[in-house]
């Protein structure tokens, strides 16, 4: 989809976003003070002064994953028109398929000669392409898998979205911050929530804080009797974790409010859609969801502007993918991956710079879904 022209001002559309936030009882806060941004013209005007830049992306443009396509798409070409339209920007769609990813790389590299890539949307089509971005020594950058296995698969290899592992370490940090000592965790038994969990489970222990039962479950399969909470009461200092992908989230909040409403509840990403709390109304004790940022405020008017619709996700990401290869290829067109590694410029998402492993920072936020209905210290 190419990015529409503004038809309502950006106060108009500020006030629209609000209202929805504010009907849902979505609020939001982070952890780390925002990168303070420079304007566009500040930070990319005249960029690419001469020579030529070619980026390919590798998502599922259709298909059971298109609605993730549709986030990457929109992000990468909201950031070309924003930041440089000199860019080249080669769409192909994966479809999520590892078989396809290979043949698009190989295409992108060889036929297009794209400099970099970015994608996939899907772990399996990420790691099949990766080898071939190694062998071929382009940057590949995903805006999208959290899975771990990605950390570490290849030198080219990058991402703009914190790793699960990170997600863990970050949650237990909030958790303890918010003066939880005592917790439950439930997980669904996929690949991404297993590793989300069990950083979790590694890290919210240093804190001098106790995990009192672990639950990995097939939701499924799943009933009430299958949860194990009941060692845990719904006091001030304590609380569930639940990771979930979502296609389980809303049935895992069905099986915790037939056995203990009140308990706070914290959970990843799939849970910050507001139907899925809003379809739970016994969840008293609130939920809080722990996700990668969806963008600054102007990011999140611009997108608005531009699609007609708030931000899908994998759009921020891919919206830095884009600007980190941009300012890579400014400041070191001859070597885009020894530019990636001295990178650290300010993004929608918050800092981009990658660690040694390629690994973005703990780029989160915490979204406020429900708050609860009474005081945790009344409880």
Known sequence: MTAKSPKTTAAIVGAIVLATLIWTGISYRMMDKPVPRQSVNEQVAGAITSGHLTIGVIAPLTGEYARAGQGIREGIELAQSQLDQSVEVIFEDSRCGAAEAVNIANKLINQNQAQAIIGDACLQATLAAAPIAEQRQVVLINPAVTDIKLTGAGSYLYRTIPADDQAGQFTSRLLYNDGRRRLAIITDNNPSSLAYSQSVINNFP??????????????????????????????????????????????????????????????NQPFSNPSVAAGYPNITGGLVVIRPRQGDNQFQTN??????????????????????????????????????????????????????????????????????????ANQ
């Open 206 to 267: 240093s804190y001098g804080a106790v995990i009192v039962s672990e639950n990995v479950i097939n939701i499924s399969q799943a009933s009430s009797s299958d949860i194990n909470i009941k060692n845990i009461a719904p006091t001030a200092d304590a609380a569930l974790f639940i990771a979930a992908n979502p296609e389980s989230a809303a049935a895992l909040l069905d099986q915790v409010q037939i056995i203990s409403s009140s308990i706070s509840v914290y959970g």
């Open 303 to 376: 997108y608005y502007n531009s699609y007609g619709h708030q931000v899908l996700s994998y759009a921020a990401p891919a919206y830095d993918a884009f600007k980190a290869l941009v300012a890579a290829y400014t400041n070191n067109r001859q070597n885009l991956k020894a530019a990636l590694d001295e990178l650290n410029v300010p993004g929608v998402t918050g800092p981009i710079r990658f660690n040694k492993l390629g690994d973005i920072g703990n780029n989160f936020e915490i979204v406020t879904v429900k708050k609860p209905q009474t005081s945790p």
